[in-house]
């Protein structure tokens, strides 16, 4: 031990630029998958908030046809289920169509959703988004709540008029005067683009649904439950007695793309991170090597004492384990300290803001610190100047005392 | 004379000098690497981008970028048409179309979609539209009752070639125009949201169902290879176009249209370098120790050389030079394996496994990685530059050594 610690003082040089680059490493980790995670979590966050909640139950092959027939015909059976079912938060009912929405100036199409109100303002962010007038109220009849884009593109204000035509569940033609109540602005441009939000009541009514809804949006106490709470409604969906063609579907699931662009980022972000050790571990293996080269006569004469090579390793093995750790605790410190101050801060994203909005990510860039992206990357860091430590370990168990001690 | 010393010096301890250049060759690589799949995603954006209706220049009422509306279309045609034919360069292709927001509905579906009217003769090399038509035909001249849709709409309809199906919009007097179109063909697109969003009719066909005589939205303008593809380029063929145009239309380039994509583009470059710093750095701490070893084992032979007269300078010459030596080999090597990689993925990498992520960033399907002149200047730049630079300090730390102290040292 001691002599393990005396041979790192040594080189002092050496040893401060040896810890500097491993602290460097693990100070990088630590922020960039800080950031990334952090940046996910919010993108899952506004799409999960705004549109399609952590899980819904739906006729299959609704998530992508969006027709109006595949219907849940009795809702309210399935929502009694659901209720039963633990970590459960809320429930909600939805309905949408398709229809040609027209002011006094201009016409439009538009995604029109039937919500509850009651319901919808637990789940779902669009109620705090509201820029102009007020949101859905439960005593709403043909109110409505339109996307900022889709308001300036039909020129409407609160309180105008405008008018729905669409086609009805029944095939007949489905017609009604909405009351414009509140514009809101999700930040989500294509769904600001198109979206209106009415009653559900109403939206039954015009559309001749009965009591027919076409998404049940479940939220969960946390992100992490959602498998067990899906893996137990689909179980509940697939006994008899339930209504057919019935299926449930998480967040991730619900929008391919979302899942697929994260794990993308991530491919990318792990090459990154793969180079990057490669790199440090290039850095310091110099030190290692040579750690045990320039003292080739030194070990010679330690075996010739009596020393024999597994100790000669061990205090190798110490020797850079205490340069890894050293590096690992500044670098985890000064990570940390790096990433709670720039969460803390923001990231102002400046002119690309606009294009970020695009993909559901707030002007701010927030890196997360958790366990995970504290440790994970110091890990890594560890594991690979170890093996790399290894190869000098190993190289001592060749040298023989006389041939060493002849050595320069 | 003194580079002979300095390749001499470095070779007095290959494993060391090994390791230390496959650091170098390996962050110059890599460096190359990365950013020729980054500029390849990026070309591969850029050109889907152009590809789906923007071109590179586009010719429009002053208004309708703000409000894509029927009201704000080019009323006189003619005018323009001999100004683009007159001012743009060899090779560059136009067209006229119409684009108007719409309904398209049939006996059980209607979806919103954007009418597009198209010259059917200049249309096809102009956009996605002529790329590949998996069904059917497309149109030809005076096909005014025909319709070509994207491949995932017929899908979504639940119809096929051959049927019915109605467009709604609204005209010139604010009221609902409609008329019914009968499919044609199909066209496949690299986003499944353009062929659900875009359904082509003639431009004759447009006209008519929106009552605007021989009026038009837009004209789309492409330019011949990269002309197009900086503001230099562009603003050489604007500058003519600009001064003739009527004063009630513009013409606006791909970057005003996509100001998103430009300014990603530029947030772009600026990664790059980043990523190139920090790549960089990794390799710098393993330069400066190895370097730095060289110089602290050699201090009674610095101290010596010293001794016989030579300058601190020349010292510092000499141990830059050994610095040098290591970096240049090790760019060598790396940019010769950059090239090599770049060779075996000319035939471009195909992100069909990852279609709808690369769809949500509005990437194609397929990424052909290449690099630029500058991206090779650049790495080689950072690397040789700041290598030199971080090498300066074991280099005015072997200057310093004073003879006396030196040859005193074991």
Known sequence: ?408 | MQILMAWRNIWRNPKRTGIILVAVVIGAWTMLAFSALSRGMMASTLENALNTLTGHIQIQNALFREDPSVENRITHPASVAQLLEQNLPKGALWAFRIQVNGVAANAGNSQGITIMGIDPEKEPQLSFYGDVTPKGKLLTPGDDHAIVVGEALLGNFETKIGRKLVLMTQDTNLETASRAFKIKGTFKAEMQSTEKQYVFITLGAAQALLGIKDGVSLACVRLPDSAGMDSQGLNKVLGSVRQNLPRDLCALTWMDLLPLLKGYLGMFDRFMLLWYLVIFIAMAFGLVNTMLMAVLERTREFGLLKALGLKPAKIIINVLLECIILLMTGLVVGNLLGLLTLYLFSGGIDMAFMAQGSEFWGMGRMVVPFFTLKDICYVNAVIMGLGVLVCLYPAIKAARITPVEAMARV
């Open chain 1, 1 to 408: 031990m001691l002599m393990a610690w005396r041979n790192i003082q040594r080189n002092p040089r050496r040893t401060i630029l040896t810890i500097m680059a491993i602290a460097f490493a693990c100070v990088l980790l630590i922020f960039m998958l800080s950031l990334q995670i952090g940046t996910y979590e919010i993108m899952i966050d506004t799409s999960v908030k705004t549109r399609t909640g952590h899980i819904q139950v739906l006729k299959q092959g609704y998530n992508t046809d969006h027709k109006i027939r595949q219907a849940i015909k009795v809702p309210a059976d399935i929502a009694r289920t659901l209720y039963q079912t633990p970590h459960i938060t809320t429930i909600s009912f939805r309905s949408n169509a398709f229809a040609l929405l027209s002011s006094s100036l201009r016409t439009s199409g538009g995604f029109i959703t039937g919500i509850n109100p009651e319901e919808e303002v637990k789940i779902s962010s669009v109620a705090q988004t509201i820029r102009k007038g007020r949101y859905l109220t439960p005593s709403d009849t043909n109110a409505a709540v339109v996307g900022s884009l889709l308001a300036k593109n039909l020129k409407i204000d609160i309180g105008d008029e405008l008018v729905v035509l669409g086609s009805a569940m029944d095939g007949s033609i489905a017609a009604t005067v909405l009351q414009v109540t509140g514009i809101f602005s999700s930040g989500m441009d294509q769904y600001d683009r198109t979206a209106i939000q009415i009653p559900l009541h109403h939206f039954q009514e015009t559309f001749v649904m009965g009591r027919a809804v076409h998404e049940i949006i479940i939220t969960c106490d946390s992100l992490w439950h959602v498998g067990r709470v899906k893996s137990a409604i689909s179980e509940n969906l697939s006994q008899p007695g339930t209504q057919p063609g019935l299926v449930c579907m998480s967040w991730d699931e619900l929008t391919p793309g979302l899942i697929q662009s994260i794990q993308m980022d991530l491919g990318g972000g792990l090459i990154f991170y793969a180079i990057l050790l490669v790199m440090v571990a290039f850095s310091i293996m110099n030190t290692f090597v040579m750690a045990v080269f320039e003292r080739t006569k030194e070990f010679g004469t330690l075996m010739a004492i009596g020393a024999g090579p597994w100790r000669l390793s061990r205090v190798l093995i110490l020797e850079s384990g205490f340069l890894t750790l050293c590096g690992i605790v500044l670098g985890i410190l000064a990570g940390c300290i790096l990433t709670l101050w720039v969460g803390h801060t923001g990231i102002p994203m400046g002119e690309a803001e606009g294009m970020m909005r695009q993909y559901g990510i707030p002007g701010l860039l927030r890196p997360k610190l958790t366990l995970a992206t504290a440790f994970a990357g110091p890990a890594a860091v560890f594991l690979i100047t170890i093996v790399t430590a290894l190869y000098p370990a190993v190289k001592v168990h060749g040298i023989k005392p006389v041939e060493a001690m002849r050595a320069v």
